[in-house]
């Protein structure tokens, strides 16, 4: 379900889209990743394979290569925003989009979070402040992943994932929590391997490497949002000292975190 690269993402370009009625949209060999989400209105979408109704709460991720076309009811017309994206490696090169990607559609349960991310992630873009565009629209992939882990099927794979699911979003809500693999196997009823297993088979990394890197990207929007010092942005996500927590941040962004908080 993990199919984002540690590494991060790069926003393209990004808009907000009050369709006029006579609106109609054709692409052939789509060069980029986009993710829709529809704001309002009734329309459909179709690929090479079919023809999907859509309407407000609708998340959609179209794939590279594929051809789409899509209209409206000029009656009710699409409200949209659309972002072109690239998933990005340890370098900040583009990736080609993995095989696994999630499914094109998903209905949001919440769609006005993802909404507030994505609508922050393409002010900052539109501003030149892509570190910050970036890290909103990575925020909203996971919160798309999320919605994804959720709709698992019934059965023993559903209810581990879901165990999986409600246990990284605590881990999300306080990544300074001191987190063992031991207890949340206990909690889980399973040994330590075993839950390293579940866990890596739902999320696509080992518990610790889902740590690291949710209390890295907390570190990245704290050292662009807020005003707190290093020192203590350190003590907030749990490392014993800010000497630590610096050389952490760069052997995973590169950079120390003075110079992520001031780079252009």
């Known amino acids: 379900m993990d199919w984002t690269p540690d590494s991060g993402v790069s926003v393209r370009w990004g ?3 009050d369709c006029e009625p006579d609106w109609y949209w054709s692409v052939r060999d789509l060069p980029v990743l986009d993710l829709w989400l529809v704001t309002g209105g009734t329309g459909w979408i179709a690929d ?19 051809s789409y076309e899509s209209g409206h009811d000029p009656e009710h017309p699409l409200g ?15 990736l080609p989009p993995p095989d696994d990607l999630p499914p ?19 002010h900052a873009h539109k501003d030149g402040r892509q570190d910050a565009g970036d890290g909103w629209f990575q925020a909203a992939l996971l919160e798309v992943e999320r919605q994804d882990a959720r709709t698992w099927p019934p059965g023993l794979l559903g209810e581990q994932a879901r165990a999986m699911d409600e246990i990284c979003e605590r881990i999300r809500r306080d990544p300074g929590a001191d987190v063992r693999v031991e207890d949340l196997a206990a909690e889980t009823h399973v040994s330590p391997e075993h839950f390293s297993r579940l866990f890596h088979r739902v999320q696509g990394m080992s518990p ?8 890295i990207e907390t570190a990245q929007r704290l050292l662009l949002t807020s005003s707190h010092s290093v020192a203590r942005i350190s003590r907030m996500l749990g490392y014993r ?24």
């Open 15 to 17: 808009d907000f889209f």
């Open 48 to 66: 090479t394979r079919s023809r999907t109704a859509i309407g407000a709460g609708d998340c959609l991720l179209l794939r590279p290569g594929d």
């Open 80 to 94: 949209l925003i659309a972002v072109h994206f690239d998933l990005l490696d340890a370098d900040g090169m583009a």
């Open 104 to 122: 094109f559609t998903r209905r949001m349960e919440h769609s006005e979070l993802l909404r507030e991310l994505l609508t922050r992630a393409i």
């Open 208 to 215: 610790r490497a889902f740590i690291t890197r949710t209390r």
């Open 241 to 264: 000292t800010p000497y630590y927590f610096s050389r952490h941040f760069k052997a995973n962004v590169g950079v120390a975190p003075s110079a992520y908080r001031t780079r252009p």
